[in-house]
């Protein structure tokens, strides 16, 4: 963490491409700082496209130095082999900002609408645009950078108010809920 506030990578998940969105959470504001994607060459088989996601992942974090990060829970298709394949690709984006001593958090995709547009069924332009909105100025690069972008936003939100109610509760020794 900085004197300046927490600089929060939120992460969407994909094996084929892999969102971030890097923002400064100081106090109540939030400001952009990066967004992006990764991807991994669809014409290679499982372990290499791990791989390369891994690598490429790697660089942004590295590339960042962000204190945080957040990182959506995966979404159960109707097809569980894509859903395993995502899994997978989850596992790897969850092990690389670890492997660095990042706190990484972990939300639903309705957890994360609910914290950005006010509810858990908004519609994907919506979050888009409220990202927008809560971001003035952004330039977001693609719909992944901009669902991770909202990742961090939730992460924000959340991190933060359980951060003050544990702080209220040590306060009151314990007896806060």
Not at 119 to 124: F, L, N, R
Request: with cysteine; charged share 15%; proline share 4%.
């Amino acid at each position: 963490m900085t004197s300046q506030g927490v600089r929060i990578l939120g992460l969407d998940p994909g094996l084929r491409r892999t969102g971030w969105g890097l923002v400064l959470s100081d106090g109540n504001r939030l400001s952009h700082i990066a967004n992006g994607s990764v991807s991994s060459d669809a014409s290679l088989d499982l372990a290499p496209r791990l791989v390369q996601l891994f690598e490429r992942l790697s660089e942004v974090v590295d590339r960042l130095q962000p204190d945080q990060a957040g990182v959506e829970e995966t979404f159960v298709s109707r097809h569980p082999a894509s859903t395993l394949k995502l899994g997978q690709a989850r596992g790897v984006v969850m092990l690389v900002p670890a492997l660095r001593g990042i706190l990484v958090a972990e939300y639903a995709p309705n957890q994360i609408k609910k914290s950005v547009v006010g509810t858990g069924h908004a519609a994907k332009q919506q979050i888009h645009t409220m990202v927008q909105v809560l971001l003035p100025g952004v330039t977001i690069e693609n719909s992944d950078a901009a669902d991770a972008l909202a990742v961090a936003i939730c992460h924000a939100h959340h991190a933060f108010s359980g951060q003050a109610r544990a702080q209220a509760a040590s306060a009151l020794g314990g007896r806060a809920s």
